[in-house]
T-cell receptor
Framework: EAGVAQSPRYKIIEKRQSVAFWCNPI?????LYWYQQILGQGPKLLIQFQNNGVVDDSQLPKDRFSAERLKGVDSTLKIQPAKLEDSAVYLC?????????????FGSGTRLTVV | DAKTTQPPSMDCAEGRAANLPCNHS???????VYWYRQIHSQGPQYIIHGLKNNETNEMASLIITEDRKSSTLILPHATLRDTAVYYC???????????FGSGTKLNVKP
C-alpha cells in the first residue's frame, strides 16, 4: 500500500510569513495526526482528526496554527504568522482505527526553517 | 505527556544483540507498549507492540516484565542500518494518541 504522502519536503520562509503543509494519509485510514518535531526532541502531537472532525487540538497554538481535514481525507496544516521557534519537522501520521492496538504510519515530514 | 523513561544513548557492536530498556511504571492494565524508531531525516517507523506477553516479529523481540512496569526491545543482530533513535511509547487512552519522549539514540559501531 502507498504510504503517507507529505509536501513540500523542505520549506524556508522569513518570520511573519505564512506557510502551509499538505498530507495525504493511507487510503481508508480514518485517523490523522500532525506532529511537530524540534531538532533533538521527540515528536509532539499538535492535532488529531477522526474522519473530518477534530478529536484533540489541545497542544495546537491556535493563535497562529490552524489545520483542517476536508472530506475526511487530505489535511492541511497552516502557520500564520511564523516565528523563529516554529523551525521544526512537521510530521503527518495516519491510523486505521482508535482503541485496541492500532499503530501509526508516518510520512517523511516537512522540514520548515524560519529565518 | 510521555509516560516512559529511556536512556538517552547506547552503543552496540555490529552483529551483537542490542537491548534497549524502557521504564513505564505508571502503565495501566489496558495500555499497550509500542516501539518505534526514527532513522535520520525519516518519519518514525513502527517496530513492535505488546500488552502482556513477550512478542517477536521479523524486526525485533519485545520482553515485558510480569508487573508490566518495564520492557526491553531486543534487536538480535544489530547492523549499521539499525543506527537510529528508538522510542518506547505507552498508548495513553482509547483515542490512540501517542506521546513521544526523547527516545534512545542507538549507535551501532563496526
Amino acid at each position: 500500500e502507498a504510504g503517507v504522502a507529505q509536501s513540500p519536503r523542505y520549506k524556508i520562509i522569513e518570520k511573519r510569513q505564512s506557510v502551509a503543509f499538505w498530507c495525504n494519509p493511507i487510503s481508508g485510514h480514518a485517523t490523522l495526526y500532525w506532529y511537530q518535531q524540534i531538532l533533538g526532541q521527540g515528536p509532539k502531537l499538535l492535532i488529531q482528526f477522526q474522519n473530518n472532525g477534530v478529536v484533540d487540538d489541545s497542544q495546537l497554538p491556535k493563535d497562529r496554527f490552524s489545520a483542517e481535514r476536508l472530506k475526511g481525507v487530505d489535511s492541511t496544516l497552516k502557520i500564520q504568522p511564523a516565528k523563529l521557534e516554529d523551525s521544526a519537522v512537521y510530521l503527518c501520521a495516519s491510523s486505521s482505527g482508535t482503541g485496541g492496538y492500532y499503530g501509526y504510519t508516518f510520512g517523511s515530514g516537512t522540514r520548515l526553517t524560519v529565518v | 505527556d510521555a509516560k516512559t523513561t529511556q536512556p538517552p544513548s547506547m552503543d552496540c557492536a555490529e552483529g551483537r544483540a542490542a537491548n534497549l530498556p524502557c521504564n513505564h511504571s505508571t502503565i495501566s492494565g489496558n495500555e499497550y507498549v509500542y516501539w518505534y524508531r526514527q532513522i535520520h531525516s525519516q518519519g518514525p517507523q513502527y517496530i513492535i507492540h505488546g500488552l502482556k506477553n513477550n512478542e517477536t516479529n521479523e524486526m525485533a523481540s519485545l520482553i515485558i516484565t510480569e508487573d508490566r512496569k518495564s520492557s526491553t526491545l531486543i534487536l538480535p543482530h544489530a547492523t549499521l542500518r539499525d543506527t537510529a533513535v528508538y522510542y518506547c511509547i505507552v498508548r495513553v487512552d482509547n483515542f490512540n494518541k501517542f506521546y513521544f519522549g526523547s527516545g534512545t539514540k542507538l549507535n551501532v559501531k563496526p
